[in-house]
């Protein structure tokens, strides 16, 4: 099912803008609950791929069975993008799209994997915190590098990792979810750990890098976008 992005009412058009809104909607993250247990209920990955001479931007959202890693349901959503390019202010050109996907499934998305930053975000709100406190689900973000972030190399076993800091601050975590491959870089978006999340990523991620629901939802918005230039 493919809906249409409608950018909200009143959504930000500028970096000071945004960053107000950030600051206000990070206090509202919660931190303190443990998440879903992995492997229950459902999961949903959500990405987002952009053809920007078009201004066209397109966000999917798959949701798997958690236990089995079966494919459940899919959306997808295309508009106009939203907020210009501007690092550490993604979300602004993402949420839109992304919120709509996730409000055409027909079922509870469950626990939402982003592919990008929760608290391991130079603001300390990335995407999957943003989109986290806007819907109240679970959130967690697993990304493919570090972005400023320093950590120490984990283990070669699948499941080493070690801490992402900001200074003496744990953002989130390198984590191994295949032995001897490039770790993944899992932080905490709303209502999970950071343990929990790390869970979560290596049951998502049995025989790949990265983990089904990112390769899932990486592969439809792929497809999604070039079917809005046939």
């Known amino acids: 099912m493919t809906t249409t992005v409608r950018i909200p009412a009143g959504w930000p058009a500028t970096e000071e803008r945004a960053r107000a809104v950030q600051d206000e909607l990070r206090e509202r993250v919660v931190l303190d609950e443990p998440g879903p247990p992995p492997g229950t209920g459902r999961v949903t990955g959500v ?16 949701v798997l069975d958690a236990a089995t890693l079966d494919v459940v349901v899919e959306s997808t ?38 592919d990008g930053y929760g608290l391991a975000h130079p603001r300390r709100f990335g995407l999957a915190s943003h989109l986290g406190v806007l819907t109240g689900l679970p959130t967690i973000g697993v990304a493919k590098n570090p972005f400023t972030f320093a950590h ?32 993944v870089f899992v932080s905490v978006g709303h209502r999970v750990t950071l ?19 990112t390769r899932h939802a990486d592969a439809l918005c792929r497809r999604a976008l070039k079917a809005t230039t046939a």
Do not use: W
Request: with cysteine.
């Open 47 to 62: 990405d987002v791929a952009y053809d920007d001479e078009r201004d066209v931007v397109v966000a999917a959202a798959v």
């Open 152 to 183: 120490e190399e984990p283990g070669a076993p699948r499941g080493s990792s070690s801490p992402l800091l900001a200074g003496e601050e744990e953002v989130g975590r390198a984590l191994r979810t295949q032995a001897g491959v490039k770790p």
């Open 77 to 114: 959503a295309v508009g106009r993008v939203s907020f210009p390019y501007v690092p550490g202010l993604l979300a602004f050109r993402e949420i839109p799209a992304v919120m709509a996907a996730l409000e055409a499934l027909p079922c509870a998305p469950g626990l939402v994997v982003c």
């Open 195 to 213: 343990e929990n999340a790390c869970a979560h990523t290596l049951h998502l991620a049995p025989r790949f890098r990265l983990p089904e629901t």
